[in-house]
């Protein structure tokens, strides 16, 4: 090759090399423009999740303060408001990208809260002195852990605090920077955590019986039925007053007690959505079979970022039971299940309907004209369920079957 070629050549490669280059460094630019705008999405949408995590542990707070004065039926209804916050605490506590060591006692205390104030939920009537002496204490213990929860909310709104992951999916999505971070401060947190005293109701004679040492090993096996894996694969995490206890692999947590698995969720980050919504509900459905929920049906479905959330009733008969629900979350990325929360009962039995629809359709108000109706099972009994229209809003309307009163009204605005 002449010196002549040799030039050319290196001219060339020259522009080659240059354009490379320069499509490489567009590429670059762009990728990082998408990064930044990825790392600004994830970032608020967790500090949305502790928002409502530091929202719901206020409320819990505060209802259990309300339960040391509360005297006849609003001792039931304030024991239920109670365990709706327990609930929705826990469930805004596991959309946060942290691990178990930074959470545990967090997560253990709303179970222990949450096991007691369902157990006074069950029943109606005052609650015994020893019933008391443990709201106090809960109570105590909740405001304590509260002001801990809403310091830190305050430091995060100042810009105080940041919001950061230490579960490596999300690591360089929220990378540290030497600042104060909200993860160290939860740690900080647990190991302060406010102690609280022994429960009475769970200490006397009665409960001491029943609450003798409960074998892991059934909730172990039904946590592993449920996620398809061998049971050495689990990992222990807490335990809970009722018998029941979590296991976790990777970031799925379980809940399961010796028959069946109470719940579940995936803390892993969905960041897109490739599954169509017909595949995401055949999935919620096989998953639901696998869990021996066979007779379920779907009563509706909504999407929350790039989750699906699936619910259902059981079936008795042609009637839906209203009081045996489940949701069932199916991430759109890959057509995982990553949440799950069992029915409390299934139906057994049989029940009867005395009255006819007409009959029960007398104890409508005389404005209202249903559009449709069903049978159901409502707290137990054999009721119809009538939909109404009212201009703008949709009534619903539960009647029992037995004597032909209402038994409760749902209103939802249309417009």
Partial sequence: MNEKHKRKLRRVLGVYAVSAFAVLAILAALFAGHLRDFRAATRYSYELSFEQTAAAVDALSGTLEKCRYATGELCHSLASEAYAEACAAKSALSTLPFSTVEMEQTKGFLGTVGDFVHGLCTRSGEFSDDERADIRSLSDTAAAYGALVQEMRSALGRGELRMDSRERQVQNVLPEDGTRLLSADFQDAEQNFPVCAELKTCSSAESTAAEQYVDPAPARAAAAKLLGVSEELLRDEYGYADGSAAFSRGTVSVRADADRALSLNDSRLVSESRVSDKRAAEKAREFLSAAGYERMKETS??????????????????????????????????????????????????????????????????????????????????????DCADGERQVTITVDAQYGRELAVEVEHTA
């Fill in 301 to 386: 479905r909504r999407k929350s970022g790039n989750v699906m959330y699936f619910s259902f009733v059981g079936m008795l008969g042609d009637a839906l039971c209203r009081d045996c629900r489940a949701e069932v979350g199916v991430a759109l990325d890959n057509c995982a299940v990553c949440s799950f929360r069992a029915p409390e009962s299934m139906p057994k039995g049989e029940l009867t309907w005395p009255l006819d629809e007409a009959a029960a359709q007398a104890a409508l108000p005389s404005s209202l004209t249903p559009l449709g109706s069903r049978k159901v099972v409502f707290k137990g009994m054999p009721c119809y369920e009538f």
